[in-house]
C-alpha cells in the first residue's frame, strides 16, 4: 500500500514561475525523500529530510517537513522548461523499503 | 563514478517466455533494491539485497519471479513463463548500507508482454 500521496495529480506553469506540490504520509517517519522522475525512467533523487528537519534547500529546490501534520512539500522556484517531469514522495516503511506516491506530474510552458 | 546501471533498456517478449533483468550497482554499495512501476499500481517494492543475501523477498509478486545478487554487485531480476500483467517498467536501485539511506536509481527496463 502507498504511504504518501502527493497534490496535486498534475500542474501547469509558465516558465520562469514557482513551482509547489505537497505530500502527506500516514505513519511516523524516519526521513522523506523526493524524487524526480522524466518520461517514465528512472528516478533522480533531489533531497532527503530528516524528521527532526523542518526545511531544507538544494539550488532552486525548497522542501519542508511538518512531522504534526504528517505533510511535506516541494517548491521548485523559477521554473524551466527541463523542470517538467513527474515528482514523488516517498518514505521508509523499513529502513530499507521506500513507499512512493502516486506523484505530481509538472509541466512548465515556454 | 558511474551510477546504477540496467539491461536491456527495453524488452519485448512473448508471454510464456522467460526473461531476465540485469542491474548494475553503484561501486561500493552494500544494499540493492527492485521495484516495479506499472500502470494503476505506482511504484512498489519487489525485493532488496544486503550484500548476496536477500532478507524481504516480500514484495515479488508470485513464485515467477526471483532474484539474485552475486558478489555482492550485479543483481539479476527473472520472471519466468511472463504474463501480461508483468507489463511494466522494472527499476533497481542501490545505496550504501540500509538504514533509511538514499536510494539512487537506475534508468529501468521497459518489458513489454504481448
Known amino acids: 500500500s502507498q504511504q504518501g500521496e502527493e497534490d496535486p495529480q498534475a500542474l501547469s506553469i509558465q516558465e520562469g514561475e514557482n513551482a509547489t506540490m505537497n505530500c502527506s504520509y500516514k505513519t511516523s517517519i524516519n526521513n522523506l525523500q523526493w524524487y524526480r522522475q522524466n518520461s517514465g525512467r528512472g528516478l533522480v533523487h533531489l533531497i532527503l529530510i530528516r524528521s527532526n528537519e523542518r526545511e531544507k534547500h538544494s539550488g532552486r529546490l525548497r522542501v519542508t517537513l511538518d512531522t504534526s501534520k504528517k505533510s511535506s512539500s516541494l517548491l521548485i522556484t523559477a521554473s524551466r522548461a527541463a523542470d517538467t517531469a513527474s515528482y514523488f514522495c516517498?518514505?521508509?516503511?523499513?529502513?530499507?523499503?521506500?513507499?512512493f506516491g502516486a506523484g505530481t506530474t509538472v509541466t512548465v510552458r515556454a | 563514478g558511474a551510477g546504477v546501471s540496467q539491461s536491456p533498456s527495453n524488452k519485448v517478449t512473448e508471454k510464456g517466455k522467460d526473461v531476465e533483468l540485469r542491474c548494475d550497482p553503484i561501486s561500493g554499495h552494500t544494499a540493492l533494491y527492485w521495484y516495479r512501476q506499472s500502470l494503476g499500481q505506482g511504484l512498489e517494492f519487489l525485493i532488496y539485497?544486503?550484500?548476496?543475501?536477500?532478507?524481504?523477498k516480500s514484495g515479488l509478486p508470485s513464485d515467477r519471479f526471483s532474484a539474485e545478487r552475486t558478489g555482492g554487485s550485479v543483481s539479476t531480476l527473472t520472471i519466468q513463463r511472463t504474463q501480461q500483467e508483468d507489463s511494466a517498467v522494472y527499476l533497481c536501485a542501490s545505496s550504501f548500507g540500509t538504514g533509511y539511506a538514499e536510494q539512487y536509481f537506475g534508468p529501468g527496463t521497459r518489458l513489454t508482454v504481448t
Open positions: 516517498a518514505t521508509a516503511l523499513q529502513s530499507y523499503k521506500l513507499s
Open positions: 539485497f544486503q550484500g548476496n543475501s536477500a532478507p524481504d
